[in-house]
């Protein structure tokens, strides 16, 4: 494949990646367009500060155990990226400021503990799960595995926080 086909194949992914997101998630705009990346805890402290709000965690009860993890702030958006190598494991979360009333959509929708409803996507290689909560906006991804239920650990991912 030529290098023109392997940019112009990698651009329509991203194109339709992006175009997939509902608008009402990605309404702040970004003022900081370099990337800066941390771990975890500084990353959040960070994105707090950048926002000046105080309601931001991080999650407790991921389905496999972290080998590595990293926290990256480009813009308007924190991505908290949690992996076990050895498990071929990955859990992404994409946290922006919610300035919207609500998230909408046709896809399956579930409520989390504290009666916030929640948005279920089934992708090709991981399953999301978008909610609004505090003043954030949340998407949260994970690799799908045949041994256990995407769902079920991304609902109890999006409890945490």
């Given at each position: 494949?030529?290098?023109?086909?392997?940019?112009?194949?990698?651009?329509?992914?991203?194109?339709?990646?992006?175009?997939?997101?509902?608008?009402?998630?990605?309404?702040?705009?970004?003022?900081?367009?370099?990337?800066?990346?941390?771990?975890?805890?500084?990353?959040?402290?960070?994105?707090?500060?950048?926002?000046?709000?105080?309601?931001?965690?991080?999650?407790?009860?991921?389905?496999?155990?972290?080998?590595?993890?990293?926290?990256?702030?480009?813009?308007?958006?924190?991505?908290?990226?949690?992996?076990n190598d050895s498990l071929?494991?990955?859990?992404?979360?994409?946290?922006?400021?919610?300035?919207?009333?609500?998230?909408?959509?046709?896809?399956?929708?579930?409520?989390?503990?504290?009666?916030?409803?929640?948005?279920?996507?089934?992708q090709h290689i991981f399953?999301?799960?978008?909610?609004?909560?505090?003043?954030?906006?949340?998407?949260?991804?994970?690799?799908?595995?045949?041994?256990?239920?995407?769902?079920?650990?991304?609902?109890?991912?999006?409890?945490t926080l």
């Amino acid at each position: 494949m030529t290098i023109f086909k392997t940019v112009q194949v990698t651009s329509l992914g991203f194109l339709i990646c992006f175009m997939m997101l509902p608008v009402s998630l990605v309404r702040a705009e970004a003022t900081d367009v370099t990337p800066i990346s941390q771990p975890v805890s500084e990353a959040l402290k960070t994105f707090k500060n950048k926002f000046q709000r105080k309601e931001l965690t991080h999650p407790y009860n991921l389905p496999f155990a972290i080998t590595k993890s990293m926290g990256t702030i480009e813009g308007d958006q924190l991505e908290l990226d949690y992996v076990n190598d050895s498990l071929k494991q990955r859990c992404k979360i994409f946290i922006r400021p919610f300035s919207g009333s609500s998230i909408s959509t046709t896809d399956q929708t579930v409520t989390l503990q504290d009666g916030t409803k929640a948005i279920v996507e089934d992708q090709h290689i991981f399953d999301t799960i978008k909610f609004v909560k505090g003043g954030w906006s949340y998407r949260v991804t994970l690799l799908k595995d045949d041994a256990r239920d995407a769902v079920q650990d991304l609902i109890a991912i999006a409890n945490t926080l």
